[in-house]
């Protein structure tokens, strides 16, 4: 209910956008570009592109964390700079991953404004006209952009995962303007850097940096803006062992913020930030959710235990309303592109949810993991084999309860739950065959989304 409350607040008005100047003078921007040892082709092209964006007066910098993370191709990064014309900074003195890579370049570079982008995020050539001049209010922090993934129709997975994210960098973030509570995502963003020194930089205690960093500028009075468009176009995980360890990593960091940095105590944020910090971070407890709500009917199936006491009808009368309303919700909120493969993918994620939900509260240390930017390729169905096997006990499970005490209500209201649940996990096991670990050639991507539609019709 939690959620279902938060997300209509959230998206209660998504149409407010600060105002920006019609005419200011353009600050200096310093282009930051991650590298940790990702192709050098897919740096080049993100190099590139950040090289030619229209804006007077900005220094492109790739930030090369190779050599402190054994990569065999730091010298490459160098050459390339070298060719291209853009300066080089190269650490040779490792620790806090991302962020200390981030943090180590601002001895560098002197700019008021730094853009950020992951060596495979190409911007577009208006990337700073479009959020620079937000930064004429001295309040404003940091500007963000979406994340989107130009290889969503690559294959199920992409697919599945973009439509998952769309609903966040839609509705969710265009809420959260409102609300002075944009996520900062790590990427496609804009920082102030008298703001970004004075929270002490980039947060090097998480591995979810950049949502740390942007609590802490907004802890400090800092505005946030999020601005709508594509403005920078990445990648995609393409296997299911990418995805998986990507999703840990993001659900790791994000429960962080409840087991150390809550914000109900911290001081400085009004209570609109404190509540949709909660409800995006609370998101990655619905591993806990989803299994209690999974075992319910098993446990019905083999012991006769009624764990929940509720007539058919009352359940009828009180459950499928607030269903058919919270999907109406995500339907009418993301323009009817909600998709049930989202659904799948949100709940699947039970068992990755769970995972970071224990090493978050007992404090375990995770290392920062690159995701990476090609597919690997393998047997995946081991990540799925909770889910196989929730589906097996449910048929398993029927006969037993049938002998047990015959055709009842119970059985009838229990199965349905348990089918129910199967169901919505098909999509997330379907990522892990190795039938759609392949383009997906016969199954042309859908250009109803928002977002895809404008990043595939911008000159």
């Known amino acids: 209910m939690w959620q279902v409350f938060t997300f209509v607040y959230t998206v209660w008005d998504t149409e407010y956008m600060p105002p920006k100047p019609h005419s200011y003078t353009p600050p200096g921007v310093d282009v930051f570009i991650t590298v940790a040892g990702e192709p050098i082709e897919l740096v080049r092209q993100t190099v590139a592109a950040a090289h030619v964006m229209r804006y007077p007066n900005l220094t492109v910098h790739i930030l090369n964390d190779g050599f402190v993370a054994g990569k065999e191709n730091w010298r490459e990064i160098e050459a390339l700079a070298k060719r291209v014309g853009v300066n080089c900074i190269t650490r040779t003195i490792p620790g ?3 962020a200390g890579n981030i943090n180590n370049a601002l001895k560098f570079s002197k700019n008021p404004l730094i853009a950020c982008f992951d060596a495979d995020h190409v911007p ?16 404003v922090g940091f500007v963000q952009t979406p994340q989107f993934y130009k290889n969503y129709g690559e294959n199920y997975l992409t697919k599945s995962s973009w439509e998952q994210q769309e609903l966040f960098f839609g509705p969710i973030c265009k809420g959260k303007n409102r609300l002075n509570a944009v996520t900062m995502c790590g990427t496609n963003m804009v920082i102030r850097r008298s703001a970004l020194l004075e929270v002490g930089g980039m947060c090097t205690e998480s591995i979810a940096e950049d949502l740390i960093t942007g609590l802490f500028l907004h802890q400090k009075g800092y505005r946030s803006v999020y601005v709508p468009e594509v403005l920078a176009e990445g990648l995609a995980t393409e296997d299911m062992l990418s995805y998986s360890k990507q999703q840990f990593r993001w659900a790791r960091g994000a429960l962080d913020v409840i087991f150390r940095w809550n914000p109900l105590f911290m001081r400085g944020l009004t209570m609109a930030q404190k509540i949709q910090y909660l409800s995006s971070v609370s998101f990655f407890l ?20 009624v764990p929940v006491h509720i007539s058919g009808m009352l359940l009828a009368a009180v459950f499928l309303p607030y269903i058919f309303w919270t999907l109406y919700m995500l339907q009418r909120t993301s323009n009817f592109t909600f998709t049930f493969s989202s659904l799948g993918f949100s709940m699947g994620s039970f068992n990755i949810h769970l995972r970071a939900f224990a090493s978050a509260a007992t404090f375990r240390k995770s290392a920062f993991g690159i995701t990476l930017k090609r ?42 739950w348990a089918l129910l649940n199967s169901i919505i996990f098909l999509p997330f096991i379907r990522a892990a065959l190795p039938s759609y670990d392949t383009a997906l050639a016969r199954e042309p991507a859908i250009a109803t989304q928002p977002l895809r539609h404008e990043a595939a019709h911008r000159d």
Not at 124 to 139: A, E, G, I, M, R
């Open 96 to 98: 806090g991953a991302k």
């Open 124 to 139: 577009h050539s208006d990337f700073l006209l479009k959020t620079v001049p937000y930064f004429c209010d001295p309040n």
């Open 286 to 305: 619905s591993g806990v959710v989803v299994v209690v709500d999974a075992l319910l009917p098993l446990i019905f199936f083999y012991t006769g235990i």
């Open 375 to 416: 597919r690997v390729r393998g047997n995946f169905l081991p990540l799925v084999k909770w889910h196989v096997l929730y589906i097996a006990l449910f048929i398993i499970g029927i006969p037993v309860a049938i002998v047990r005490e015959g055709v009842s209500a119970s059985l009838l209201n229990n199965g349905a």
